[in-house]
């Protein structure tokens, strides 16, 4: 078995089987992690640069972690404190970087497309989206849904809820993408400022401007992050509002007498978009998600790895 | 082949049994069994071991990862590895390689169905085998688990 892809751009690219067999394989790479040498030679002979151009705390640590795990070799760059600040461009960056004999890129950039535009320029050269712009982060969508898999048993007819900012969250977008693929129902829930208008028929998700309604819905439900960055767009009028309108609350959870997983992708905003009863209770999987993300990464790499001697 | 395995040993204490994927496992199971047989007081500690991530071969061929599942400790343990075949020794050297990441073991055997011999390229060798077969290097060899028939072709 094989991914029919040489990189991971996003979910949009990938083959439901691509999904199954990341899935499955990683799910023997978290055996590896629970060892008491947790790590295997696989990529011994690989080189793998991780290129963040945006901030990051658990993608950049849990795929370092990830590649260090599978005996790779690691190069990080960051854009602040680079030659990057000097005007050099992208593609410059990247070529210089490959020609000191690079096998992988895993790239965050904050320009979404970014890493389509590099593997339409390196054909040969394996590369990993790690977050672009308001577009994909096919990472998370994995982990979340291998942590949906191991916590109810399965994808398929599953009823999963994303909630708050959808409009620019590549979290949101990568995540429809899978579900939809592994045959699972979606909705997305929050302010209507906040939700794509046409979201409905362009991707064929239920959508819900009632938070508590969205919960009496489904099995799982995913918080996103408010991206507070973006307040100055106001797009709602305070997190004060934000919170009573559409925040998980405890009070809130425990009035829909049903017992649903809790999700967040993080990092959180505790008493945003979800109260910290909530973050820290018996529903949230928040933990095993990011746990989880190591043992799917380093599946995706491996996979990778394999295609990409293949064609040289 | 059982019975070699466990004949100077009047206990299962310090004695483990560790199946490689996929198809040592069908081996692996039959001879649990006929020695758990033979110690009915004492549970038998059998394992299973998925070498993929282990190979020698993974940029020129990618195979799927099978689980891995040893639910006990092989420190200072006599380890007895099962495979269905043994032909060029480098899926028993990967094994080697994965057992060490588990601990260090006393002793590690090795007890396969099929030794075709005279095809090694590594330095390994089987304690116990079932039979030994010659054979081209064109041919393969396969063993059936149900009918438990051993197909040359």
């Keep these: ?312 | 082949m059982a019975h070699q395995a466990v004949e100077q040993y009047d206990h299962l204490h310090d004695l483990v049994f560790i199946a490689i994927q996929p198809r040592g496992v069908f081996v692996g199971q039959k001879i649990a069994g006929i020695i758990q047989g033979l110690f009915p007081n004492e549970k038998i500690q059998y394992g299973v071991l998925d070498i993929t991530f282990y190979r020698d071969d993974i940029r020129k061929e990618l195979h799927t990862a099978n689980e891995t599942h040893i639910p006990f400790s092989i420190e200072n343990k006599r380890v007895v590895l099962i495979d269905d075949v043994l032909y060029t020794g480098r899926t028993i050297r990967a094994a080697l390689d994965a057992l060490q990441d588990f601990g260090r073991p006393r002793k590690v055997e090795l007890c396969v169905l099929i030794d075709r011999r005279f095809k090694r390229e590594l330095p390994i060798q089987a304690d116990y085998f079932g039979r030994a077969i010659d054979t081209h290097d064109s041919q393969k060899v396969k063993v059936n688990p149900e009918t438990e028939e051993v197909l040359l072709y």
């Design chain 1, 1 to 312: 078995m094989q991914l029919s892809t040489k990189h991971l751009l996003g979910i949009k690219e990938l083959e439901p089987a691509d999904i199954s067999l990341i899935l499955q394989t990683a799910a023997q790479f978290k055996e590896v992690l629970q060892r008491p040498i947790k790590k295997v030679p696989s990529l011994r002979d690989i080189t793998i640069v991780n290129l963040f151009y945006e901030n990051s705390t658990r993608t950049r640590i849990s795929f370092e972690l990830a590649e260090k795990r599978l005996s790779a070799d690691t190069i990080n760059f960051s854009a602040s404190g680079s030659s990057v600040s000097k005007g050099e461009t992208l593609l410059d960056t990247v070529n210089n970087i490959l020609s000191m004999k690079v096998d992988m890129v895993v790239m965050r950039h904050s320009a979404s497309g970014a890493p389509h535009f590099l593997a339409k320029h390196l054909p040969n050269t394996g590369i990993i989206n790690a977050g672009d712009g308001i577009n994909e982060h096919p990472t998370q969508a994995l982990l979340d849904a291998f942590s949906i898999m191991e916590k109810t048993g399965g994808l398929e007819g599953k009823k999963v809820v994303l909630i708050g900012d959808i409009m620019h969250s590549r979290v949101a977008l990568s995540n429809i993408y899978l579900l939809k693929k592994m045959g699972a129902e979606v909705m997305v829930a929050g302010p209507p400022t906040l939700i794509p208008k046409h979201i409905r028929e362009a991707l064929g998700v239920e959508v819900s401007y009632n938070v508590g309604e969205a919960l009496r819905w489904c099995d799982v439900a995913n918080v996103l992050r408010i991206q507070l960055e973006r307040q100055n767009q106001v797009l709602f009028s305070s997190l004060r509002e934000y919170n009573l309108a559409f925040g998980i609350s405890r009070r809130l959870l425990d009035s829909i007498k049903k017992d649903i997983v809790i999700m967040h992708p993080g990092p959180i905003n505790r008493g945003v978009e979800i109260d910290s009863d909530v973050a820290d209770g018996r529903e949230s999987i928040i933990l095993q998600q990011v746990e989880n993300g190591v043992a799917v990464r380093m599946a995706v790499l491996y996979l990778l790895a394999g295609k990409k001697s293949e064609a040289s």
